[in-house]
């Protein structure tokens, strides 16, 4: 069993920045490809990025240019930088590594 533990949530204003953090409780590496998620009220959970365990990175349209990810492996932590935050990335964001899925960080764009 795995366990994964998001922090970095908070209210920021539009134009601004917050950086993810998604623990887990052990070595990243065996846990194959991981991503971030999001789920807005009333939408359905959407993918914002994932990672390979070699580092290749995929990104949905609507976050690319302006959200990154990585992870460190040795830190048993995958990231996810987020800049120019719009209003319309409001949402639950989750950390996943099939089958496991963190319990989520809100995260709220508003002025």
């Known amino acids: 069993q795995v366990q994964l533990v998001e922090s970095g949530g908070g209210l920021v204003q539009p134009g601004g920045s917050l950086r993810l953090s998604c623990q887990a409780s052990g070595p990243i590496y065996r846990l194959g490809d991981m991503g971030w998620y999001r789920q807005a009220p009333g939408k359905q959970r959407e993918l914002v990025a994932t990672?390979?365990?070699?580092?290749?990175?995929n990104y949905a349209d609507l976050v690319k240019g302006r959200f990154t990810i990585s992870r460190d492996n040795g830190r048993y932590t995958v990231y996810l930088e987020m800049n120019s935050l719009k209003p319309e990335d409001t949402a639950v964001y989750y950390c996943h590594a099939n089958p496991y899925w963190g319990q989520g960080t809100q995260v709220t764009v508003s002025s």
């Open positions: 990672i390979t365990p070699d580092g290749r990175t």
